[in-house]
């Protein structure tokens, strides 16, 4: 039993001390897994030409603008 003016020591404590940091890390080990930051991840690069492609097909440019950009891409 125990009694009033015992404690168990310093080293309980710097030992609670070293159990609380791990637990909190392993908190912001897991939330940055569960949450990526994604700065390394970049989208894939799309081909200008097929970007060219696409804005043909959807009616943004006329068929001499098309032709126009795809040779200034071919001559590059």
């Known amino acids: 039993m125990m009694m ?13 001390g070293v ?7 392993a908190i ?15 989208p894939p690069r799309v081909d200008p030409m097929t970007l060219l492609n696409e804005s043909l097909a959807r009616a943004e440019i006329s ?9 200034i891409l071919e001559n590059r």
């Open 19 to 25: 159990a609380a940091l791990a637990f909190w890390v």
């Open 4 to 16: 009033w003016g015992q404690s168990c020591g310093m080293g309980m404590w710097m030992l609670m």
């Open 63 to 71: 068929i001499e603008e098309y032709e126009d950009r795809r040779r």
């Open 28 to 42: 912001a080990f897991g939330l940055r897994s569960l949450f990526p930051a994604g700065k390394g991840q970049q």
